[in-house]
C-alpha cells in the first residue's frame, strides 16, 4: 500500500510541475466532444472466493491492465468504457492423507478475469492541470479457471463506482490516477451452501491518456 501512496504522490507532485512548465498551455480549453484514451496499470485488491472444497481462493491481490475510452458529451460529463485484463492468479490445492494426516500439493489451480464496463463520468472544470472526476457503471466479467486439469468458463455481471484526477501534461496528453470500488458476481462451481455470490475490492489505477 506504501509503494502505492508514493507513485500517487510522485505522479501529483509532476503533475503540478508540470503544470508550471507549461503555463503558456491553455488548460481552460473546452473538452466537449473529444475522446480521451487511456492505457493503464490496475490492482485489484483482494480477489478472494469461497467456491467449496478445492475450488476456494484465499485473498490474493490480482494486477493487471487495460484501457479507458471516454467520450466528452460536455465539459462536465461523459460516457466511458473499460476494459480489465487480469493475469493469473495461481493457489495450490492441499490434500490430506488419511491416515497421516499430513497435507501434500494434490494440484495448482488458476483464475483469469476480464472485466468489460461502461458507465458515466461527471468531472469538475480544470484547476490549473487537475481534473477531478467520479465515475459510475454496469458490466460483465469473464472467467477462466483452471481446476484439477480441467477448464471452466463463466461469464456474470459486474458494477463498478469511483473517481480521480487527470494531470494534464498538455492540453492532450495526461496522466490518470484513479481509485474506484468493483463488484463482481461470482459463479456457482459447486452446490455446496456457504459459497460467496459476490466478491467486492478497491481497484488502484495509474495511466496515460490521450486526448483527441
Known amino acids: 500500500m506504501r509503494k502505492i501512496f508514493n507513485v500517487l504522490l510522485s505522479l501529483a507532485l509532476l503533475g503540478g510541475f508540470a503544470g508550471g512548465c507549461f503555463g503558456q498551455v491553455s488548460w481552460d480549453d473546452e473538452v466537449t466532444g473529444t475522446t480521451e484514451v487511456t492505457g493503464f496499470y490496475q490492482q485489484y485488491r483482494d480477489f478472494s472466493f469461497v467456491a467449496g472444497g478445492h475450488y476456494d481462493f484465499t485473498p490474493e491481490v490480482m494486477t493487471g491492465g487495460g484501457f479507458t475510452i471516454a467520450h466528452n458529451l460536455a465539459d462536465w460529463f461523459a460516457l466511458w468504457l473499460q476494459v480489465s485484463i487480469y493475469g493469473k492468479v495461481k493457489q495450490d490445492i492441499l ?118
Do not use: C
Request: charged content about 20%; cysteine-free; proline content about 3%.
Open 95 to 212: 490434500s490430506r492423507d488419511i491416515i497421516t494426516g499430513e497435507e501434500f500439493l494434490f494440484a495448482p489451480k488458476r483464475v483469469r478475469i476480464v472485466n468489460e464496463i461502461q458507465g458515466i463520468r461527471y468531472q469538475t472544470k480544470q484547476y490549473g492541470p487537475f481534473r477531478l472526476y467520479g465515475k459510475g457503471g454496469l458490466g460483465i466479467v469473464w472467467y477462466n479457471f483452471d481446476v484439477e486439469g480441467g477448464s471452466l468458463g463463466y461469464t456474470k455481471f459486474s458494477a463498478l463506482y469511483g473517481g480521480g484526477t487527470d494531470i494534464w501534461l498538455h492540453k492532450n496528453i495526461g496522466i490518470t490516477l484513479d481509485i474506484s470500488h468493483v463488484m463482481y458476481i461470482l459463479p456457482e462451481l459447486t452446490g455446496q451452501p456457504g459459497r460467496e455470490k459476490v466478491d467486492s475490492g478497491l481497484t488502484y489505477t495509474t495511466g496515460l491518456t490521450f486526448r483527441f
